[in-house]
């Protein structure tokens, strides 16, 4: 089992550029998220989708899109990438198992813009 | 506004030692509370879930403890090992009705264990 795959691992862009990272699970979850983590600070989330079809906003949006584009896929865009959105991103699922939502992580994907 | 707070920030301690990490939230409504690891360059891994009518959960040599009236939670490791050095997370979430929910994560305690 796979669990929780993003793409890429590392990415460097320069201030303006485009890119997508792209999230995928193999648990047949029903939600799934974009967090960003920075030093000092907690896990922000960024977007959700609580189902597919479906996206909201969470804490820190700006900047942002993202797309479900099925039950299995959920991407994050950054359409002109800017310096303070140098981070650690994680995606990960969620199922809801004896009365609590359980998160399970992918392995982050490190961006750096310059 | 939904907090967890949590103590402290880093810590040190030999291997074999024990250690408590701490954790204080203020959240409403609660649901349940939850302990994640996370090694260096990984995602986090839960450890324990709690939710308001459990007091004390094991997995292995970590123990968590709930006190929904004091709204701390805390996390001990017992004879801790060199594979213990990560940052733990408090994770709080909330519910809020029509199947909401919010997460709300502390910042992370990182420990180090050396030899």
């Known amino acids: 089992n796979a669990g929780v795959t993003q793409t890429p691992k590392f990415q460097v862009l320069k201030t303006g550029q485009s890119m997508t990272l792209q999230c995928a699970q193999d648990m047949n979850h029903n939600s799934m998220y974009w967090y960003r983590q920075d030093p000092g600070m907690g896990l922000r989330l960024i977007y959700y989708s609580a189902s597919e079809g479906t996206t909201d906003k969470g804490e820190v949006p700006n900047g942002y899109n993202v797309s479900r584009l099925n039950k299995r896929e959920f991407s994050l865009r950054l359409e002109s990438a800017a310096p303070s959105q140098t981070s650690v991103y994680f995606c990960?699922?969620?199922?809801?198992?004896?009365?609590?939502?359980?998160?399970?992580f992918g392995a982050g994907s490190r961006l750096t813009v310059l | 506004k939904n907090q967890v707070e949590q103590s402290p920030q880093s810590l040190i301690i030999l291997e074999g030692k024990n250690c408590t990490l701490q954790?204080?939230?203020?959240?409403?409504?609660?649901?349940?509370l939850r302990w994640y690891k996370q090694d260096t360059g990984r995602g986090p891994v839960s450890l324990t879930i709690?939710?308001?009518?459990?007091n004390t959960k094991s997995n292995g040599r970590y123990t968590a403890t709930l006190d929904a009236d004091t709204k701390q939670s805390s996390l001990h490791i017992t004879a801790s090992q060199l594979s213990d050095s990560a940052s733990y997370i408090c994770v709080v979430t909330s519910y809020s009705g029509a199947g909401s929910y919010q997460l709300t994560f502390g910042k992370g305690t990182k420990l180090s264990v050396i030899p």
């Open positions: 990960a699922s969620s199922e809801f198992r004896s009365g609590a939502n359980v998160l399970t």
């Open positions: 954790c204080n939230y203020t959240v409403s409504p609660f649901s349940n």
């Open positions: 709690m939710t308001f009518s459990e």
